[in-house]
């Protein structure tokens, strides 16, 4: 199994989101993040004096994936979130020991 | 306060239009403090809100006492040019309920609650500029005693019927030297004394909810209306309604002006910068809006938006942490809006001096302007400095450095703003107090 993070643009969690949904994926976790990466951060200003806040707003959107899927369910999330614009966000895998639904105590591809 | 224009003919009887109008106009004003509060508080970090909005509100609670006790009569009692004094005023003892407040319709009561709102809002002012750092008892301490030998006798120099100010001609419709001149010069006094917020220039130390600063502006603008309408003491005359009318405009204009001046110079309208204009001009027609036209008006509006605009940099500059910047709103404000009057006076409001614009084109009004600003600017400054000072040195003005990075609230007030914690339902900790968990057991098993 595969843990797939990806760190986006907020506004791009509608279409992700649809997308996975269409790839057939049933469920994720989002969360909000913050972070920069080249682009930095943007520049307030409050009676005259600027301040530049470096951390921008993202939304971190966390799948679980059989080992078969991932590389394609990374493909669906970096389709969807792309806007060519700098700040897109990023995408990673990582290998996962094991998952158990709670409820019913299934463990590994059955928790999925 | 305003001039009289009395005939000798015409002994005022008790008006229940004026004394009803004047109790609205001080409910007004004593709304003032409280908008001051929430101007202030959304302009701190999260951290010092409710000290900030503390630090205006026990205004409240001190001034009344100690007005109500003796500064009321030290303030307009007539005594000498420099400080009055009335003994039947003292804890408003000997007050006759119909007696009237001199050459006026009104009684002296409701003359003496309006110049209350009045001392209330002044002090309150200075705190603006000591946010995050004061500890809360020696501010309480410096309001008491500010009021006593700052406020009361240039209130009397200004408004007193023997105030040297007020004998010389120099204007001040409704306070800007004896309030925003005074409360910003004292502001520069103690910032010098106490000096900078741990991190200032250096950590970020943006507006935590401007829609508080806002909230807080507007209700500043709705409540100035009394301060400065109800400075006529009664409408028999139409001058209350000028300067209604004339706070409007300057207001308006001086918004206006900020955002222009902001947009040119950073690059955007800022809401803080439309709140902060607002109160530029409302600062600055404080004392002229009785002597000008409303076209005299927009100009008082607009040179007060664009200064106080390019005057709140200043601090960065000079590297003084006026915080709030109430020397930059308040004290440059209420300086262009007393000169202004010696050159856009019509002689057609409040009294027959004209200004440079206006008359014989004369200097007169001008030079009596710079001396009632100047004279209120040094007293305030020197007097707040020591003042200050004396406090720091037995009392200590600040709070400890850590408690200052980790916050005022906690460590003055034991609360906090803001919840911010969602998790498990927004319980934080537990229950430390025994004898309020004893006194719930109780309720139950009743």
Known sequence: MKLITAVVKPHRLDEIKEALQAFGVHGLTVTEASGYGRQRGHTEVYRGAEYTVDLVPKIRIEVLAEDDD????????????????????????????????????ERGPDAL | MAPAIMLAA????????????MLICSALVMLMTPGLAFFYGGMVRVKSTLNMLMMSFISLGIVTILWVLYGFSLAFGTHNSLIGWNSDWFGLSNIGLTELWDGYSIPVFVFMVFQLMFAIITPALISGALADRVKFSAWSLFIALWVTIVYVPVAHWVWGADGWAYKLGVIDFAGGTAVHINAGAAALGVILVIGKRVGFKRDPMRPHSLPLVMLGAGLLWFGWFGFNAGSWLGNDDGVGALMFVNTQVATAAAMLAWLAYEKIRHGAFTTLGAASGAVAGLVAITPSGGAVSPLGAIAVGAIAGVACAAAVGLKFRFGYDDSLDVVGVHMVGGIIGSLLIGFFATGKGQSTATGVFYGDHTFTQLWKQCAGVFAVLAYSLIVSAVLAFLLDKTLGMRVTEDEE??????????????????????????????????????????
């Open chain 2, 10 to 21: 015409d002994a005022p009887k008790l008006s229940s239009a004026n004394t009803g109008f």
């Open chain 1, 70 to 105: 991932a590389d394609q369910l990374i493909e669906v999330i970096v389709k969807a979130a792309r806007t060519g614009k700098i700040g897109d966000g990023k995408v990673w895998s990582l290998p996962v020991e094991t998952a158990v639904r709670v409820r019913t105590g």
């Open chain 2, 405 to 446: 990075i980790s916050g005022i609230d906690q460590a003055e007030h034991a609360e906090t703003a803001y919840d911010f914690s969602g998790a498990g339902g927004g319980v934080t900790g537990s229950l430390a107090a025994p004898a309020l968990a004893a006194a719930q057991n109780k309720k139950v098993d009743a």
